[in-house]
């Protein structure tokens, strides 16, 4: 066994529903893009702040000071993961569409009509309706991004022909919920900028898979949620200070005036942003070497060797799905299939099977114990573009912790439906 098969197998180990047999299959999850797994330690940290730490905030008691601190963690753990300078720029909510919804309505108090906004088609729908809907408010027009059919990824001709000086913003995913397609953020960044607009950045499909850099990429603003990577379900939303101190949000009159309490409106799911500080600590000690003579000292650093690793390891796993998947009649493929640009795809892949519809492919696949999701997984844009609606396609994603043997039996599934 590798030392990085032995490193899976450590980690699965701290997964218990990777143990789970169904009707004599043990789960294979490849619905990791809808939520993934949760490994023990993140669980337990949430119920621990349920059991012991359970107040509001801003008591003159020691389990509300205790809260504080536990807030205090998460935002320092949420910076880490996103590498941000400061952890006041991070705020948290219920999930991402929530908070984008939200902000949306907030940003858009900061254009003027006849303003122009960008969105995508490789997006999800998150990621595209809330600014539609705030920029027809506010009187906007709307322009969308295309993709190129051909592989499915962003064209960005598309988007730089269409930047004018008076796009106030653009929105566009760092990674494809149902192909994979990565986009080239820092390059966006660059472009959007140079017009004076402002860049969204939807990081949800991104977060398991590689490492988040805000200040290094220079986007205006980006979410992502807790449990796309190994946490429970909180949403994220980081913005650059400045503009997160002067756009005014819709907000209660208690709610704080500073930074991130402005943003961050009711009570807050203290145990399960407990359990997002656990879901980092995690996946930093992804990046821990217990044989390394001189041990990483940072959550940071960490994270950087750990994205790394799981880079790696997921490249060889998608690769094999899609080569197997090559080789089955009747299966087409949408998305990056050249194993030379893996490089350029999250382990995400979509496809359909001739006359055979989605639903009842993912059906299949579920009876033989592998979790996989049909339809459009909520990217709708991009469903439309590629022309897949109403049927949808059958998505298998994979994470850190699946292995070949569970891609050979999905492989073999496939096979056995496409037959
Ligand atoms: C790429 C992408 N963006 C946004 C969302 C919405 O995230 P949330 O469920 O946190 O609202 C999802 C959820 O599937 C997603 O995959």
Known sequence: MSSSENKVRNLRSRFPSLERI??????????????????????????????????NRAGKFITSQEVEQIMAEAHEAAADFLQADEPR??????????????????LARTWSPGDEILVSSLDHDANYTPWVLAARDAGLTVRTIGIDPSDATLDMESLESQLTERTRLVAVTAASNAVGSLTDIPAIAKLVHRVGAELFVD??????????????WDCDYLVCSGYKFF?????????????????????????????????????????????????????ASIGEDPTDPKPMATRREKLDLAMDWIEAVERELIQR????????????????????????????????????????????????????????????????????EPNGMVRLGCMHYNTTEEIDRTLEAVRWIAR
């Open 89 to 106: 720029s991070v705020a948290f909510g219920p999930n991402m569409t929530t908070l984008t919804l939200g902000f949306s309505r907030a």
């Open 231 to 283: 946490g429970p379900h909180i949403g994220i939303l980081y913005g650059k200070p400045d503009r997160m101190e002067s756009i005014v949000p819709y907000k209660l009159r208690p709610s704080p005036d500073t930074i991130p309490g402005r943003w961050m409106s009711g009570t807050q799911n203290h145990s399960c942003i407990a359990g997002l500080t656990a879901a980092i600590d995690y996946m």
């Open 203 to 216: 990081a949800v499909h991104y977060a398991p898979h590689r490492r988040i850099d805000v200040v290094g």
């Open 22 to 55: 169904e009707n004599g299959h043990r789960l294979v999850y490849l619905d990791g893009p809808a939520g993934t797994q949760v490994p023990l330690e993140v669980a337990q940290r949430v119920a621990e702040c349920l059991i012991h730490h359970n107040a």
């Open 321 to 388: 799905l899609i080569a197997g998947l090559k080789e089955i009649p009747k299966v087409r493929i949408y998305g990056i299939v050249d194993p030379d640009k893996s490089h350029l795809r999250a382990p995400t892949v979509s496809f359909c099977i001739d006359r055979v519809d989605s639903a009842i492919a993912a059906s299949e696949l579920g009876k033989k114990g592998i979790c996989a999701w049909h339809g459009n997984y909520y990217a709708l844009p991009l469903t439309l573009a590629l022309g897949t």
